[in-house]
């Protein structure tokens, strides 16, 4: 009996292993870690805002109820992007977007879709934990050429010695960006 080639790909299809999905991380802070105050930034990058757009564009983005709520409602949810909220209400929804009770919840909802590439967008809570699950593969890191004395949320520690560090961009300040800042590719190592 002869094998039939189509049904023999199906099957080799069926039971592939999925590609794992990358976890990335994207994020804006000073000279110190800061990354908000009062629910908002504490700057205008509109360089820093395009790289984000062009990097999250038609991926799945998971952010903390907080942090959806301080985007602008004129741009919520972030267009082009499955939006993911964690909210510890179960109950919470926005129109277009799915709501989680958990990183992990949110992770799978992700992989399950076939995403092949997943951002974390914040705010504080939502980084401390990925961070601390040690489930970041990569990371996108604009850091602001300035302190912040006031802010409220800051980006965890981590040990740059466990990353990979590539300059992405250098960006003066100008009347279209209020400081200068580098943006940097971190792989884990």
Known sequence: MEENP?????????????????????????????????????????????????TTLRHYIIMGRKNFESIPAKYRPLPDRV??????????MYEECYTC??????????????????????????????????????????????????ADVYFPEFDENNWSKELLLTVPADSENEYAFETYHYTKK
């Not at 993911?84 to 179960?90: D, F, K, L, V, Y």
């Not at 980084?127 to 489930?135: C, S, V």
């Open 6 to 54: 189509e049904l023999q790909h199906k099957i080799k299809e069926e039971t592939a292993t999925p590609m794992p999905m990358k976890i990335s991380l994207i994020v804006a802070m000073g000279h110190n870690r800061e990354i908000g105050r009062n629910n908002d930034l504490m700057w205008h990058l509109g360089e820093d805002m395009r790289f984000f757009k062009r």
């Open 83 to 92: 939006n993911i909220i964690i909210s510890r209400n179960a109950d919470y």
């Open 101 to 150: 009770t958990s990183l992990n919840e949110a992770l799978e909802l992700a992989r399950d879709n076939g995403e092949e590439k997943v951002f974390i967008i914040g705010g504080g809570q939502i980084y401390k934990m990925a961070m601390d699950a040690g489930i970041v593969d990569e990371m996108y890191i604009t850091h602001v050429n300035a302190s912040f004395d006031n």
